[in-house]
């Protein structure tokens, strides 16, 4: 299975700390985005990081890239309540993105 | 510019019924993606279309799932003589472009079957 993985499966924390999710990938990428997805809903775009990129920055958002180790992590800063949802690392190598399960955060107010 | 639009919401059947599950792009995007989600579930690769074509269909179960995306009108993902298995939330999304860009998502239809 070409499916990544993150990690962890499910993490929650109080509102004003910082969230981090980690993700893992197999194939050959030319990015690495990161999806959010509130329960019930499609998932939204984060923030896209190119294989020749090590680190990008969006607002509270915080993503790093290592294609040695092939792993990315998303740092979320001063989380809100309302971050409360899953999110997901998807692999763009091929003609199709390929998804992980997802880290399930829940910030606590 | 609406976002891409998935219809119906929830869609109940019967074991043996037929599904028919409708996707419109987002308006200018010429490239849909199919994916199905189970509970607790990433997201499955399903297949991929542009106008009138399957790219890659990798994804999609050999015996009663079809899918297309005509010159006019949505893209219609089909399910066959369903069975319980086949309960799970089905998302599309669109793309402007092809390989490697971001996907805007629709809210998914949600099969229930009885």
């Known amino acids: 299975s070409q499916q990544g993985e993150e990690d962890p499966q499910a993490l929650s924390i109080q509102e004003g700390e910082n969230a981090t999710m980690n993700c893992s990938y197999k194939?050959?990428?030319?990015?690495l985005q990161w999806y959010r997805q509130n329960s019930g809903r499609g998932l939204v775009h984060l923030i896209l990081?190119?294989?020749?990129?090590r680190e990008k920055h969006s607002g509270r958002l915080r993503v790093t890239l290592d294609t040695s180790k092939k792993s990315s992590s998303l740092l979320i800063t001063a989380s809100r309540a309302a971050d409360t949802a899953s999110y997901f690392c998807?692999?763009?190598?091929?003609?199709?993105?390929?998804f992980g399960k997802g880290t399930k955060l829940t910030v606590n107010p | 510019n609406a976002g891409v639009m998935q219809n119906p919401r929830h869609l109940v059947r019967r074991r043996g019924q037929e599904a028919r599950l409708r996707c419109s792009p987002m308006?200018?995007?010429?490239?849909v993606y199919w994916y199905r989600q189970l509970p607790e579930e990433g997201l499955k690769f399903m297949v991929y279309?542009?106008?009138?074509?399957?790219?890659?269909e990798s994804g999609m179960p050999k015996e009663r799932f079809s899918a297309e995306f005509p010159k006019e009108g949505p893209s219609i993902l089909r399910i066959q003589q369903v069975v319980r298995g086949d309960s799970a939330a089905y998302f599309c999304?669109?793309?402007?472009?092809?390989?490697?860009?971001?996907?805007?998502f629709g809210s998914g239809t949600q099969l229930s079957v009885l």
């Open positions: 308006k200018g995007h010429s490239h």
């Open positions: 999304a669109s793309s402007h472009g092809k390989l490697y860009e971001k996907l805007f």
């Open positions: 998807a692999e763009g190598g091929s003609e199709k993105l390929v």
């Open positions: 990081i190119r294989s020749n990129e």
């Open positions: 194939t050959s990428i030319n990015n």
């Open positions: 279309l542009q106008k009138e074509n399957i790219i890659d």
